[in-house]
């Protein structure tokens, strides 16, 4: 072999060696066919996954949809905005609507049977979601518990109110409260939908817009912009927790939340400490008044000898650490 011929043997080699020596240094793709200029990093590879995971989309409204067998007009492009409106903000709304639908699995099998033994369409337990995201809190208005009433309204239905003792936050009074005065409104304007806006900006007050605007339903009266929402919010509640899965809210039965069970103590006197009194069922102060909300100071004066119903939780769901 003449030496040029060795020298063009040996150069052939030692590509061969450098193209092996790369082959195993170089990252491959997953399917391994990827050049070096494709080789995405873990990295770069979890970056793109979260701008694929997360996305926002335009939302197809349904085809049709109703409030307590009421039909909304979706033909009438006002209202398709409106409802489009409400939609998109609840749905993207994350984390709020994960966590109205941990609380609904808890609380509205005592807010369900209470509306169908006062003859109200299930629908309304998306209005205690528009009011309240299901919780015992307060508006700035003053509007308190998981129905928002204000002292007067709550004081006018029989729901005692003072410094000791706010039935706005007993969920099972004030859901019979919110199913009286929903009734009461479905009986003036004949429409359970102008019930549910009556809700929101009383009776009184839908009453004057219906008369001054010579129209008798909700989706053709000109109404505040809290009002002209509100129905439309519930709506949209009533659509995603119907269909959870089309809106991309994705969880397990075990990451909903459950209620304790609880039984009812009666108390027709005064209580001195409820601290002491919480101790003698085994629980702390804090338990105590996570279950009765409704219980606004650590005493009961009660010189009336009302009887009030006091819920302790059955053992075994707590470790108080007393």
């Known amino acids: 072999m003449s030496i040029l011929s060795k020298i063009g043997l040996a150069t052939v080699l030692i590509g061969v060696g450098i193209l092996c020596t790369n082959a195993v240094q170089e990252p491959q793709k997953e399917d391994g066919v990827g050049t070096p200029?494709?080789?995405?990093?873990?990295?770069?590879?979890?970056?793109?996954?979260?701008?694929?995971?997360y996305n926002?989309?335009?939302?197809?409204?349904?085809?049709?949809?109703?409030?307590?067998?009421?039909?909304?007009?979706?033909?009438?492009?006002?209202?398709?905005?409106?409802?489009?409106?409400?939609?998109?903000?609840?749905?993207?709304?994350?984390s709020n609507g994960l966590l109205v639908f941990k609380r609904a699995n808890k609380f509205f099998p005592i807010i369900e049977p209470l509306l169908e033994q006062y003859g109200i369409p299930e629908d309304f337990k998306y209005l205690a979601i528009a009011e309240s995201a299901l919780q015992n809190n307060r508006s700035p208005a003053?509007?308190?518990?998981?129905?928002?009433?204000?002292?007067?309204?709550?004081?006018?239905?029989?729901?005692?109110?003072?410094?000791?003792?706010?039935?706005?936050?007993?969920?099972?009074?004030?859901?019979?409260?919110?199913?009286?005065?929903?009734?009461?409104?479905?009986?003036?304007?004949?429409?359970?939908?102008?019930?549910?806006?009556?809700?929101?900006?009383?009776?009184a007050g839908i009453n004057k817009q219906l008369k001054k605007q010579q129209v008798d339903d909700y989706y053709d009266v000109l109404l505040n912009d809290e009002t002209s929402r509100y129905v439309f919010r519930i709506l949209a509640f009533k659509e995603i927790l119907s269909n959870p899965k089309k809106y991309g809210f994705n969880f397990r039965e075990q990451d909903l939340y459950n209620r304790v069970p609880t039984f009812k103590v009666k108390v027709d006197t005064a209580v001195t400490d409820f601290a002491l009194f919480a101790k003698q069922f085994g629980i702390n102060y804090k338990i105590l008044k996570l279950h009765n909300p409704w219980l606004r100071d650590n005493y009961l004066k009660n010189a009336s000898g009302k009887e009030y119903l006091i819920e302790i939780p059955e053992k075994g769901y707590y470790h108080t650490g007393q």
């Open 37 to 53: 200029e494709e080789v995405v990093t873990p990295d770069e590879k979890l970056e793109e996954r979260l701008l694929n995971d």
């Open 142 to 203: 003053g509007a308190a518990g998981f129905w928002h009433f204000l002292k007067g309204t709550g004081r006018e239905y029989g729901l005692e109110i003072n410094d000791y003792v706010d039935e706005r936050y007993n969920l099972e009074l004030a859901t019979k409260v919110a199913a009286e005065y929903l009734k009461a409104s479905h009986k003036k304007f004949g429409s359970w939908t102008l019930a549910a806006a009556a809700y929101n900006a009383g009776n």
């Open 56 to 94: 926002v989309y335009a939302l197809e409204l349904p085809e049709a949809i109703n409030f307590a067998g009421e039909r909304v007009p979706l033909e009438d492009p006002d209202i398709r905005e409106r409802m489009d409106r409400e939609l998109l903000v609840n749905t993207y709304w994350q």
